[in-house]
């Protein structure tokens, strides 16, 4: 038995046919099917059902497909203790938030790239609720979401933080000096609901304030919230920082409130015994890039690989 068998019958019930394994492990159909042959013939059992169209696993094959599975992350596991990061050749799976894809992702991207060459990383953008929910279907191996998310399954670590500021367009609110909450939910409200971390964070603070928007609009999409916001059609929370530019050019206006906007805590997820040399080494090095301050962050020279 080969890890090549293995990778062979892995892929093909993940991507659910012969044809999408080839092209995942950069090989023939017919190198596939041989490989599938040869663990059949080893173990003198039929691991898939022929008699369906599609590539479905018999009895026997769901058991080695689960023994596949560990077996892989076994030796993936042994190349990352003891290889070189630069030989360090497998995919990982980051789900990120919007705000995050917008402003450090890149950078991040960029600092993988530089330390793990042969690594194949496959971003996905979601909203954190979703992120969550893939990272335990095992979908993803880490994901970068608002700290919302009390999970025993699962192992998380601050990397970074992100302060909000209720925004309008100019003279949306008529007010000189401070609002107070309660005065600034009798406008229309643009929030990000509750599959988004940060709009759960913020519903249950304004809760616990004992403030409910009168008229609320939920836009779960960063980008539209914004273009909503200066649009004029309602307040919003928007990332004070990174949206400054904004605000200089007169798109917008910060509205200053009492009680203020609490710092949302960012934090890098995963589940509990899928914990690796390279996944700890990528949340570290998330950890030394997280900044939600500036827009599209192209790698700092200043980067410097986790020890």
């Not at 003279?171 to 005065?183: I, K, M």
Request: contains cysteine; charged residues 20%; proline residues 4%.
């Amino acid at each position: 038995m080969t890890f090549k068998q293995l990778e062979a019958l892995y892929w093909i019930a993940r991507l659910g046919g012969f044809a999408q394994a080839a092209n995942q492990l950069h090989t023939s159909q017919s190198a596939i099917s041989k490989r599938v042959h040869e663990l059949e013939q080893l173990f003198d059992t039929e691991l898939f059902d022929r008699s369906q169209r599609t590539a479905r696993l018999t009895e026997k094959g769901e058991e080695m497909f689960v023994l596949a599975r560990k077996l892989l992350d076994q030796r993936d596991a042994a190349v990352e203790q003891f290889g070189k990061p630069g030989v360090v050749e497998r995919r990982i799976r980051i789900g990120v938030t919007e705000l995050t894809a917008m402003t450090w992702l890149p950078r991040l991207v960029g600092l993988i790239q530089q330390h793990y060459p042969k690594v194949i990383l496959e971003p996905d953008v979601d909203d954190s609720l979703q992120l969550r929910d893939k990272l335990l279907a095992d979908e993803l191996d880490v994901v970068i979401v608002p700290h919302t998310f009390a999970d025993s399954r699962m192992q998380s670590k601050v990397i970074g933080r992100v302060r909000s500021a209720w925004m309008c367009k100019p003279g949306v609110v008529q007010a000189t000096g401070t609002v107070r909450l309660h005065d600034l939910a009798r406008h229309r409200m643009l929030v990000q609901g509750n599959n988004s971390g940060t709009g759960r964070a913020y519903d249950a603070w304004m809760k616990d304030q004992g403030v409910q928007p009168a008229n609320a609009i939920v836009v779960s999409n960063l980008v539209a919230l914004t273009g909503l916001t200066v649009s004029g059609l309602g307040v919003s929370y928007l990332p004070r920082e990174c949206l400054a530019p904004l605000v200089t050019a007169g798109m917008l206006e910060v509205i200053e409130v009492t009680p203020a906007l609490p710092v949302v805590r960012y934090v890098a997820m995963h589940k509990g015994e899928h914990r690796s040399a390279l996944t700890s080494s990528i949340v570290m090095l998330a950890q030394s890039c997280c900044d939600f301050t500036r827009m599209f962050q192209a790698q700092a020279s200043e980067d410097i690989a986790p020890n």
